[in-house]
């Protein structure tokens, strides 16, 4: 069964930096995007950036010129970079394998004071 290990949350101030890392286990061949979402107290879940295999990005408005994500097919992982935080990043973050796996993480904080 494929699993996803999310790393690299924490806390920092306003206008600092976190780069998020997710591994996937087991053989993927067939996904149509890796990539984060991410979801604060009180509110929906909501897409943050995706990846196809041939690396199409997608990002949410709110992050654009901000985070930066890539992806390594032969290492089945994907990361996020995030800088320029603001207190309202602050969220936990998942990591999602989709169609046709549709699996997550577990998710990973991340907490940004000002």
């Known amino acids: 069964q494929v699993q996803l290990v999310e790393s690299g949350g924490g806390l920092v101030q306003a206008g600092g930096s976190l780069r998020l890392s997710c591994s996937a286990s087991?053989?993927?061949?067939?996904?149509?995007?890796m990539g984060w979402h991410r979801q604060a107290p009180g509110k929906q879940r909501e897409l943050v950036a995706i990846?196809?295999?041939?690396?199409?990005?997608t990002y949410a408005d709110s992050v654009k010129g901000r985070f930066t994500i890539s992806r390594d097919n032969a290492k089945n992982t994907v990361n996020l970079q995030m800088n320029s935080l603001k207190p309202e990043d602050t969220a936990l973050y998942y990591c999602?394998?989709?169609?046709?796996?549709?699996?997550w993480g577990q998710g990973t904080q991340v907490s940004v004071s000002s």
């Open positions: 999602n394998l989709g169609p046709p796996y549709n699996i």
């Open positions: 087991g053989s993927i061949f067939s996904d149509n995007y």
């Open positions: 990846i196809s295999r041939g690396g199409i990005i």
